[in-house]
């Protein structure tokens, strides 16, 4: 698999129409008098932004530069994302874009694939072009949050929503009033009833406030339609503890419970998901709930890259010291937030929430700012401010100072806290208008039907297209349906003809199968249609159907013999399978120093078989 390395990012503002000569870096390099030191954040949650955006008053641009990487190119509002259900904020306000929040960090918005801690080094996914980034850092955080996690738990991945991101809001509205739609034309009542059963996974704040929001949502656009105005809906909390709502007093808990069983939501407690199928979810104690919807918001697991990572770890997490530092790498990488096991000065344990993310991430940039250029340094001691939950539309629980506050005043609590902690007038005067719409008229009740394109599909090729090229990442495998491409490679500054391919063949199977770069560029003769199978689709099949993979294992095998007639794409790849290997011919060109990179940039080491 071939890389492209470069330090992180010199400039503080990105200039987006600087000539890039086709190397991803280079629009993030500008050439400096000075050497800031390279400020490398993984992730643009709470704890991420927060951390950018104290840095860019902390710091100068001569002093440091600062990446944030991210998978998206906004930051969630987390708090008020379950109101996206109900349609009381619309879907793009509970949003903000990063590069808005955080206007001197440059934004990468990719996928981090690996950290090297030893290394300094940070590997993020292929974008358009099929080559990883390798991003060089002097200081790095990791602020990757968490993600709901379903492995062990049989069915779960297929069937159950999890509810932390944007796109899972919008998706389980878009769920919600499909089978409300489904529910009103179905004539068998049971299946009715499965329809209109909701089930939630989990009893924390998360859970609840998807509940409260979700069964807000069906009660007023139930009467919309015709067939369902008098029919029942079922909601179902499962909660693995004794009461809901474990992060807060236990009054205000049980409050909570009577809100929402008045409410007609059912609390199952002391049991908890263990399995699903696209009929039922069912519970540790064997019970079983008829449901075409279910949506959980536990366990909670780390991200794959970090729980890759051979670092020392607490209950998973990332364990830092009351400075934030990674144990081992102290005044070098720093991990906070929802990734991160952190005690304050006093011992206390701190809970994944977003009003300690931001604190943290004030800490971490307080002392990341001391280790570029000296000075005091922070440590972290807030003990939190309260606890703050939202039960749907004039109810909420609210524990601050001490104080505990239910009902409607903790409801107008919650919006004016959460309201101010927004950053920016413009979502703030967003937020307030959606909610003066909302109390005025009846939630939205289109559904946005994005057709997600599935991981198959046909592509059409003109003369002279690059279907891909040498040193690309091997991502696909190509079917040819009609047309011909040719198979050439390069070595030496030369390029040779290899082979002529025609319909029903296919290639590109040898990069997928040795998990490296391709050796060969292939360009469309004649127009040409294409079947494109990605990656984990050919990986899937190949698991399930073995005589699937057999057929491209059998045909590598072929392509490998030097000389044989279709010795065309990635021969070499295949090569070292069949004991003879050859090297992957990497072009000079791709490795070498960006355009006008500082010093500190250095030639990437292309990954090697
Ligand atoms: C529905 C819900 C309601 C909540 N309500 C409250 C509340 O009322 N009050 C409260 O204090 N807290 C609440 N929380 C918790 C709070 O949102 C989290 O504690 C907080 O977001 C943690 O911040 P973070 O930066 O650690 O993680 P996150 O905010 O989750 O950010 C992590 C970021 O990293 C990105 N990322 C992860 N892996 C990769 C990767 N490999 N490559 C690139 N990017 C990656 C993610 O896309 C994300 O943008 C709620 C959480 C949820 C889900």
Redesign the pocket.
Known sequence: METELCSAVTPQEPAPDTPGGGNPCADFNQTMSTDPKQVVI???????VYTARCLEKLLRSEEASITL????NY??Y??M??EVISGSIGLTNVVSPIRRLCPRTNLIM???DDIDLQKQIVTISPGFRPRQLQLKYDHLVI????ITDFHGMPGMIENAMP???LADAMVLRNHLIHVLEEADVEENPELRRQLLTFVVGGGG??GV??MAELNDFVRSVKRNYLRLRNEPHSCVVVQAGDRILPEMSETLALFAQRILRKRGVEIILNDRLRAATSERAILQSGTEIPCKTLIS?VPSAL?P?IQKLDCHKEHGKLLVNTGLELKDYEGNVWA????ASIKTVAGTRVP????H?IREATTAAINIAAAVRGGKRAEFGFEGLGT??SLGHGAAVAQIFGVKISGLLAWCLWRCIYLMKMPGLNRKVRIVTDWLLHLLFPPELAQTKIAFESGIRNQHFEPGDFIFQQGDLGDSVYVIEEGECEVFREQKGEQELLATLGPGEYFGEMALLSDRSRNATIRARIAMDILIIPKADFNKLRQRLPVFGEVFTELATRRAVPGSPHSSAEPSTLGGCCGQPIPIPTPESELGPMPGSPPAVRAATPAKQ
């Open positions: 993984l992730g643009g949650g709470f704890a991420g990487i991210n998978r998206e930051w969630v987390q708090p994302l379950p990719r996928e981090v602020a990757l949050g968490n509810f932390r991101t704040f998360s406030e998807v918001t991200p890259v906070l937030g929802d990734c994944p929430t977003a009003q993310a703050l939950g």
